[in-house]
């Protein structure tokens, strides 16, 4: 993994193709390793030219990580101190970076639905197909809407650089600690390259099996119905890339994916015991309903040009749509009841998001003729997104379909002084944002049943219903605002930097929590507040030190929102949006050294965050977030080794205790904490390379982050996580 600090501010135009990011290097930056050109940073210049944190996975550090864990969206969160603990589910709900939302990319490609967050957009390619992944931290608009807590873009693999034919390939086998039958999986993947001349192709396909999962007492993982699972589950990915090199400096490319998850649907919950400390479980059996999916497709074409007039050109549009299928319940959901389709009680249904976006990406970077030291960018995005959520099995519309559409122009300077001395940089993005919904009525559920105190399991629906199918007249509200960012460098010797930001970041609530949940008879959807936008801001001081055998850094970060938005669990499971005033700060800290034996580094990151929000809404941030919304702080350990044919790592994540205080802030949901180690060894030979993965090394029983720190009286909502682990691997080029 290779981290780094780097100055840019947020509207900086940038690099959408993953073409020119892997077939030129920028000109105004050293040789050698340094030599990085961060995508999702939307610009040439180095990374040590902007002022943001910015983080780079490669390749090797990503494929031990996915070895290990089995996903991109794992893989960052494990090397990322300040990224919530994931939930080892197919949802994502709930896990933030820095406390706040990321936007997750694939080659600066949105796959988040804002409209309506279904939280499946950390799984929507393999991990085989990505060369690496860029993390860039804190509020900013670099990609448009979303990037609220930063930008998780993964870049796919480049085109191929010699004549013929040549590729890879993967084979890798998974078991649990008991090594039974229910708990294999396996996965094969294979990608084919090809370059003749000015053309060139790369087509892949990646396939897996996961089993079941067991905790660390050798227990079946709980499962969650709605939300999905990756256990017992299978998944295909399929990737396609071509390119045509127009000339010297214009190529042209074409990326196309497909990846699908769908559970097999061969377990049932089996309830836990909050109080007792008994985890949910599973056992055989056929829930109701299609099992949870979750689809996405995805089509981009680029032409991009090095030196065009000089500067660089990007261009690029694209085309992605995305299915998230959430599972059934055994017991009827109390919302989706209807007394006049089934006496209520009776009626199962289940729910889809569906989304589609059209996007377009320009962009312009070039040094003025004459004073090199000054760079410009400039640039214009523009996004459709259609988003909807039916009830699939009566064809129902949950969330009426909501239309986004934004232009964003935008510009960017960076100036050079006193020979990289120090370093100016400053923009601003231009947000014209229109929404359209149609008139629409909300579900008829309007009714209250007293669930059961736990551990007793309801014989139906319970909980409380806040629709009561009112008539919401639709709207088209509109919004725009000027988004800024600046920020200085200073350099004063060669790997050693300093630097301070200002970047705002914008999105839109989740509007699909919002609209359904409309209890009160004329609501007009034009002067709904709810649906006003989240403007948030980063404000960070950092420094690195990259010398010799030590690579350090330290960033202090604070941000604020003054409508930013909570999730708030309600009796019956189902969250509600909240818009409060948020602040969050934080510290991060980074060290590495390479040890004076050939190949070892060992390595440590802490991350500590706090964050509050005004639920009284006097003006004072008094509560805190809680575990839907906020990380733990966290300490990593790493060694790793690397010479030769042999190849090994073996890591310590430790996620501290934590208290929830405010007047609404049950200690129930305190967090324990406990702590995870991983293993992985390597060794390459003539006919390939072999691995050994082992995840949470020492068989550790815990409850997740997520059911620790949540609905304290849910008995199916108290997962444990993932007990150890073993995944062998063969891989092989040719």
Request: proline share 6%; net charge negative.
């Amino acid at each position: 993994m290779n981290r780094k600090f780097a100055l840019a501010a947020l509207a900086c135009t940038a690099l959408s193709s993953p073409a020119f990011a892997q077939d030129a290097a920028p000109a105004d930056t050293a040789a050698g390793e340094d030599a990085i050109v961060v995508t999702a940073a939307r610009t040439i210049l180095p990374p040590n030219a902007l002022p943001l944190t910015i983080e780079v996975i490669d390749k090797t550090a990503l494929d031990q990580q996915i070895a290990i864990s089995g996903s991109v969206t794992d893989a960052v969160a494990t090397l990322t101190p300040s990224f919530s603990p994931t939930r080892q589910k197919l949802s994502g709900a709930g896990e933030t970076l820095r406390g706040r939302a990321p936007l997750y990319a694939i080659n600066g490609i949105p796959q988040s639905t804002p409209m309506r967050d279904g939280s499946r957009d950390g799984f929507t390619i393999d991990g085989f197909f990505i060369d690496r992944v860029e993390v860039i931290f804190g509020s900013n608009a670099l990609q448009g809407i979303g990037g609220t807590g930063g930008i998780v873009n993964q870049v796919t693999v480049g085109a191929p650089t010699e004549e013929g034919v040549s590729g890879r390939a993967l084979l890798q086998a998974t078991a649990d600690n008991e090594f039974s039958d229910a708990g294999m999986g396996g996965k094969a993947a294979g990608l084919v390259q090809y370059k003749a001349g000015r053309f060139d192709a790369s087509v892949g396909a990646a396939y897996e099996l996961r089993g079941l999962f067991r905790d660390g007492e050798g227990r079946p993982v709980g499962i969650n119905l709605t939300q999905g699972e990756t256990m017992d589950s299978k998944a295909l990915s399929l990737f396609g890339r071509f390119g045509y090199a127009v000339t010297d400096t214009m190529r042209l490319d074409l990326i196309a994916s497909r990846f699908e998850l769908e559970g097999d649907g061969d377990y049932a919950p089996v309830a836990g015991d909050k109080a007792a400390g008994l985890p949910t479980s599973a056992e055989p059996g056929v829930p109701p309903g299609v099992p949870a999916t979750n689809r996405t497709e995805s089509v981009a074409l680029s032409l991009t040009d090095t030196d065009l007039g000089g500067g660089n050109f990007v261009s690029q549009i694209f085309w992605n749509r995305s299915r998230d299928t959430f599972g059934g319940e055994p017991n009827p959901i109390a919302s989706f009841q209807d007394p006049t389709i089934a006496p209520v009680g009776t009626l199962f249904d289940q729910s889809q998001n569906r989304s589609r976006k059209i996007g377009g990406k320009l962009s312009y970077e070039r040094a003025v003729p004459g004073f090199e030291a000054l760079t410009l960018i400039a640039g214009f995005d523009a996004l459709w997104d259609t988003t909807e959520q039916r009830l699939i099995a009566t064809d129902r519309a949950w969330v009426p379909p909501s239309e986004f559409r934004s232009f964003a122009p935008f510009g960017q300077a960076n100036l050079k002084l006193a020979d990289g001395l120090v370093r100016l940089a400053g923009g601003a993005r231009y947000e014209n944002v229109k929404i359209k919904i149609d008139d629409y009525r909300t579900l008829a559920a309007n009714t209250f049943v007293a669930c059961p105190a736990p551990p007793a399991v309801p014989s139906g629906p319970c909980g409380v219903s806040t629709y009561g199918g009112v008539d919401v007249a639709g709207g088209s509200p509109s919004f725009d605002d000027i988004l800024l960012n600046g920020g200085v460098i200073v350099e004063p010797a060669a790997g050693i930097r300093a630097y301070a930001s200002y970047a705002e970041g914008y999105t839109v609530p989740d509007i699909g929590r919002i609209t359904r949940a409309v209890k009160i008879a004329g609501v007009d959807i034009d002067n709904y507040l709810d649906i006003a936008p989240i403007i948030s801001n980063n404000r960070e001081i950092g420094v690195e030190v990259k010398r010799g055998p030590l690579d350090a850094s330290a960033t202090y970060f604070w941000s604020t929102s003054t409508k930013g938005q909570l999730l708030i669990a309600r009796p019956d499971g189902i969250f509600d949006v909240v818009r409060q005033r948020v602040e969050i700060e934080g510290l991060e800290i980074n060290l590495a050294v390479k040890l004076p034996i050939d190949g070892l580094t060992v390595s440590a990151g802490y991350a500590h965050i706090t964050g509050r929000f005004d639920e009284d809404q006097d003006g004072v941030v008094e509560t805190d977030l809680d575990g839907a919304n906020i990380s733990p702080d966290r300490l990593n350990l790493a060694a790793a080794y690397a010479s030769g044919p042999l190849s090994a790592r073996i890591q310590t994540q430790f996620y501290f205790a934590r208290s929830f205080r405010g007047p609404d802030r049950d200690a129930l949901n305190d967090f324990e904490g406990y702590n995870l180690t991983d293993a992985f060894v390597r060794y390459q030979t003539s006919l390939g390379g072999v691995s050994l993965a082992v995840q949470n090394l020492f068989d550790k029983q815990y409850i997740s982050y997520a059911s620790d720190t949540q609905r304290p009286t849910d008995n199916f909502f108290n997962f444990a996580g993932r007990g150890r682990t073993f995944t062998l691997g063969w891989d092989y080029r040719f």
